[in-house]
């Protein structure tokens, strides 16, 4: 291809250099550098004329943005699994395919999510923080007293490909007995994991563990809020690694601080970042990481190859690896 006649691709933020590189050898490629997402007029003047956009979900595509980009978009790659920050129905009406990069990230956002459990479950970021803060003193017979594991119940909300590798560490590593809820029942990982297809209401008061990888849509938004948390147990563990929303931040810090369950660990919060005077960043028994879910080597390089292959596909009026939107 010649050089004046390369497609015109934006990339919103730096991604790891396989992707881009592939993207490079035929695509004239505009990366945002900054360490900061780009603000709404920055996104849309510098996408402006564009065939591509590699996003982030930190990026709102909407029907402005797709007026402003030009009539020529062809595809907005997503480099997430989820795609809740596009407008698909939209994208769909005016013939831009919508890609994104599942599969390659669930064994790592499953091990974020075990990690969260077992933190909280055993305190470790509490007792951790005692040290640095100079609070160690001797060894104490009832310090930091946290829960066991093994042979516990844990709450699976939405049984997924991440969902599944959660209850695949937490039935054939401890021993738990696994309920889930989902859009539909999986026999077969029933058969794996030997779950229980349950209510809601159910996963909630029966549950020792609550580990969220459903969707952020409609019915999700909102989920675990203030009638939720007072339905589970007060010794339960609260974890969400799938987005922000699905939780009522307010709701959940007052179900700490109230003693209604015992602990959460999230990798998502509403906003991302959380703001520095959020009431769950005082808490002893909440833990807040920012959104590392997928941040491994392999996996993180693995996903720019997929946004990537999307976009040069799409250019190419080829199938795309993973389109959430293909033609009909």
Same mark, same amino acid.
């Given at each position: 291809m010649?050089?004046?006649?390369k497609? =015109? ?9 396989? &992707? ?18 780009p ?5 849309c ?7 591509g956009?590699?996003?982030?979900l ?28 596009i ?10 395919r919508v ?6 990230l669930?064994d ?13 479950? =055993?305190?470790?970021?509490e007792?951790e ?11 104490e ?19 997924? =490909? ?5 209850? =695949? ?22 058969g794996?994991?030997d ?39 007060s ?8 987005? &922000? ?19 959460? &660990?999230?990798d ?5 970042p ?5 009431p ?6 909440c ?17 720019a190859?997929?946004?990537?292959e999307?976009v ?13 939107n293909?033609?009909s």
């Open positions: 010649a050089e004046d006649s497609r =015109r691709v934006f990339v919103s933020r730096r991604i790891p250099e396989n &992707g881009l590189e592939r993207l490079r050898t035929l695509c004239d490629v505009d990366i945002w550098e900054g360490d900061l997402p603000d709404r007029e920055t996104l003047t510098r996408a402006a004329g564009c065939h956009v590699l996003s982030m930190s990026d709102a595509i909407d029907p402005d943005f797709m007026d402003r980009v030009g009539p020529q978009l062809q595809v907005v790659s997503n480099y997430a699994v989820g795609f809740n920050n407008d698909v129905e939209e994208a769909t009406r005016r013939g831009i890609g994104n990069t599942p599969g390659v669930t790592a956002t499953a091990d974020i999510a075990f990690a969260l459990l077992i933190n909280c479950a =055993r305190r470790i970021s007792s923080r005692s040290v640095h803060d100079g609070k160690w003193k001797t060894w017979p009832l310090g930091f007293i946290g829960l066991d594991l093994v042979g516990k119940t844990i709450g699976i909300v939405g049984l997924g =490909r991440i969902g599944q590798a959660m209850a =695949r560490r937490c039935h054939g590593g401890w021993g738990m007995d696994v309920l889930y809820t989902s859009r539909s029942s999986k026999p077969e990982a029933e794996e994991f779950a229980d297809y349950v209510s809601m209401d159910e996963l909630l008061t029966r549950s020792d563990f609550i580990s969220v990888h459903c969707d952020l849509n409609n019915s999700t938004s909102g989920l675990f809020d203030a009638s939720a948390f007072q339905k589970m147990k010794t339960a563990v609260f974890i969400n690694t799938a987005r &922000g929303s699905i939780h009522n931040q307010n709701d959940l810090a007052a179900a700490l601080t109230n003693g209604e369950i015992a602990a959460a &660990g999230l998502v919060t509403d906003p991302e959380i703001p520095a005077d959020d769950l960043l005082d808490l002893q028994n833990v807040v990481i920012p959104h590392i879910g997928s941040a491994t080597v392999d996996t993180r390089a693995a996903m190859d997929i946004a990537a999307n040069l596909r799409a250019l190419a009026d080829e199938p795309m690896p993973h389109c959430v293909p033609p």
